[in-house]
């Protein structure tokens, strides 16, 4: 076999326990992609005060949101790794950009089984174009594959924030989680800090520098994350012809006191409690399997949040997870990478 998939995850540590989920934390904060400040602030702020303090409470979060099998994203993706083979003429690997199995193990393994293998298609999964979640999974396994395997070619799958495929399915996904008699659909994305975006404009002059910028036609919105996320919001909303005011757009764990993107997800669950939305369901459309984001901060934290504050019925939408439509889908995705 000449030719594989890599599909890759964030990633989860390997237990619950404080100090895997430290080493876990440790090099996922210490990506400068992901906290984007200089490497001595970095490490400072990183490996200085936050290992420091925020392990153990990381943990007691994923123990409560722990399987009897694992992380469930770890689960989830494996599940989904194996349905995307089931799709798939060529061998389909999983790594993850963090943990394990790391990118360059996934790699290794796939060549240990099949010497041969010359092409390499690669799908993040990731269906938004950020610093600290596409563009990290691509220039890590740049690197991986020139360091230890330049005899593979390696192609890469751009984010598909807006194909009418995904669309379609991600609709179909949110309308068999959708409650028949809600009040209001939310759609929470992973916050990012407003100076990633400005730093992935290449124009300098466009993203949050222009009014309703996300809304002017612009190549360097093939970079912004904040474009795409709304775009994805529009178009969902579109297939499913969601009334205006029925549906919103919000942002979700940010951390620290720079300026990140909102509207903020547990300040808008609140104050749709209090202006009068009694039934509230929410989709997380940036995370492409269920872990602690979308089950012990959106399903736990803002279910609390939402009730506090009057609101009564509160749905968690699940993830894409496993489904197999959406499997058959990056199985697709992989194989055009080399039609072209």
């Not at 999964?125 to 390696?154: C, D, G, I, N, W």
């Not at 990012?192 to 730093?199: A, D, M, N, T």
């Not at 104050?271 to 039934?279: C, D, F, S, V």
């Amino acid at each position: 076999m000449k030719e594989a998939t890599l599909i890759v995850n964030l990633g989860s540590p390997d237990s619950y326990a404080v100090k895997d989920v430290r080493k876990y934390l440790g090099e996922f904060l210490m990506d400068e992609r992901v906290v984007d400040f200089s490497k001595w602030f970095r490490t400072f702020l990183v490996k200085g005060i936050i290992l420091n303090t925020r392990p153990p409470k990381s943990a007691a979060a994923y123990k409560s949101i722990w399987w009897e099998e694992g992380s469930p994203l770890m689960v989830l993706s494996k599940r989904l790794q194996e349905r995307v083979q089931a799709h798939s003429s060529v061998p389909v690997a999983l790594g993850m950009r963090y943990g394990n199995p790391s990118i360059k193990q996934a790699i290794s393994d796939l060549i240990a089984a099949h010497p041969d293998l010359e092409k390499l298609s690669l799908v993040p999964l990731y269906p938004h174009y950020a610093m600290s979640s596409y563009e990290t999974v691509v220039v890590k396994a740049r690197e991986v594959v020139e360091s230890f395997f330049p005899q593979l070619e390696m192609r890469v799958q751009k984010a598909f924030y807006e194909d009418p495929r995904y669309i379609e399915i991600l609709s179909n996904s949110i309308k068999a989680g959708l409650p028949e008699d809600y009040d209001h659909l939310l759609f929470s994305y992973h916050g990012v800090p407003e100076r990633q975006i400005k730093g992935s404009d290449v124009s300098k002059s466009h993203c949050l520098r222009l009014e309703d910028c996300c809304a002017k036609d612009s190549p360097v919105q093939s970079f912004c994350y904040r474009h795409q996320t709304l775009a994805t919001t529009k178009l969902v909303a579109r297939q499913l012809n969601l009334k205006e005011g029925t549906y919103s757009t919000s942002f979700q764990s940010r951390l620290g006191p720079i300026k990140w993107l909102d509207p903020f997800t547990d300040k808008t669950i609140a104050e749709l409690a209090q202006n009068g939305i009694k039934k509230l369901a929410i989709v997380c459309p940036a995370f492409v399997s269920d872990c602690l984001e979308t089950i012990e901060e959106i399903g736990e934290e803002g279910k609390e949040i939402f009730q506090e504050h009057g609101g009564e019925e509160f749905t968690l939408i699940p993830c894409l997870n496993d489904q197999d439509d959406w499997a058959e889908y990056l199985a697709k995705l992989a194989s055009e990478l080399f039609e072209n």
